[in-house]
């Protein structure tokens, strides 16, 4: 899910029309923290089991802290990028940090590493969301689009989460599972409904997956003709879709789908609009940091078939986020995304795959 936040003082008309002009723009309102750049698990759908771009990298508390007290007017943190959060042990402290200012805290999980320890953990540090990327609803889908034997150890990781929560008596971090819809997966979309009522997580959301990487790739699912999103799929994801929307009905669990849209509107075909990509805001907004540093204009572009050195802005941690955020890089690649010949990263952002 995209949560919408706003752009300081300065409307979203005002921003475009800044960075149209390559004029400079407030402080990022968001940001991504990539606090680790590797991974335990080998997802099908996942750049990094194919074709890494950087080094393999933790971030560092105090380079985090050095990174947030560059950020004045920080209000949403996610932290997350190409890689598993909870491989970071210093994940809390960083939460916690962050939660002094009044940040709002959401990251993404396999769970595998899940333990008892780090849910006290994260139930203390003050974290808002959490989600968890499932999938599938059986041990062997899981493993083919998640790449590992994990299921059962993630099943029972969250159930124990939400039984921690319940014994200390707390509602947050609010939990949800998440599922990239695919023809390979999207069968097992209302068993997802189901587990999630079964062990307790009240929401599930279904998200679309960024395909283009794939193509091509030995054993790689994002693949153009893993697309829910069209046609020749579209009445039977239709069909899937409804039948999880009555299960979560019954079971009272929300079902909601990514960037604010209804489950069953995200996949049907949307009408045309001319240049999609000009929607967009998260360059106007959004500070996305990977754990070596580097400025990237966006989660979703290092998931494209776009050149690394083409959405590659600058480095945060070398540069300063300031002198990144209204460097000639970043202005260039916000001036050719509000025109008619966008990045490449950009030039199927509300077409093949959600804003």
Not at 15 to 28: E, H, I, W, Y
Not at 69 to 81: E, I, K, S, Y
Not at 184 to 210: F, H, K, T
Request: hydrophobic share 40%; with cysteine.
């Amino acid at each position: 899910m995209t949560t919408t936040v706003a752009t300081g003082g300065s409307s979203r008309h005002e921003l475009v029309r800044l960075a149209a002009k390559g004029r400079p723009l407030p402080s990022p309102v968001e940001a991504y923290f990539e606090v680790a750049n590797r991974c335990n698990s080998k997802c099908a759908t996942c750049p990094l089991t194919f074709s890494p771009q950087e080094a393999a990298k933790q971030l560092s508390f105090g380079d985090f802290t050095k990174l947030v007290d560059q950020l004045p007017d920080l209000r949403r943190a996610v932290m997350q990028g190409i890689g598993e959060p909870l491989l970071n042990r210093d994940l809390a402290a960083m939460i916690r940090y962050l939660k002094q200012r009044g940040v709002y805290v959401v990251f993404n999980t396999n769970a595998a590493l899940l333990t008892w320890r780090r849910q006290v953990e994260l139930i203390d540090s003050g974290l808002d969301e959490l989600r968890v990327s499932v999938d599938g609803s059986t041990p062997e889908t899981y493993l083919k689009v998640r790449g590992i034997p994990a299921f059962d150890r993630v099943v029972a990781n969250v159930a124990e989460m939400v039984r921690t929560q319940r014994a200390l008596g707390t509602f947050t971090p609010r939990l949800s599972f998440w599922l990239t819809g695919m023809r390979e997966n999207l069968s097992e979309l209302p068993g997802v409904i189901d587990l999630a009522a079964r062990i307790g997580v009240p929401e599930v959301y279904l998200q679309r997956m960024v395909f283009g990487f794939g193509d091509g790739i030995d054993g790689a699912l994002a693949r153009a003709e893993e697309n829910i999103y069209d046609r020749g799929y579209g009445l039977q994801a239709v069909a899937l879709i409804a039948e999880a929307e009555r299960r979560a009905h019954a079971h009272g669990v929300r079902f909601r789908g990514a960037d604010g849209f209804s489950p069953r509107d995200s996949v049907v075909d949307r009408p045309p609009v001319d240049a999609p990509w000009r929607a967009c805001s998260r360059p106007l907004r959004l500070a996305y940091i990977t754990a070596q540093g580097t400025a990237l204009p966006c989660c979703i572009a290092p998931f494209t078939d776009a050149p690394y050195e083409s959405i590659t802005l600058g480095n945060y941690l070398r540069d300063g986020v300031q002198a990144v955020w209204e460097g000639e890089a970043y202005r260039a690649f916000r001036q050719r995304l509000y025109s008619s010949d966008p990045p490449a990263s950009c030039r199927n952002c509300g077409l093949a795959w959600s804003l």
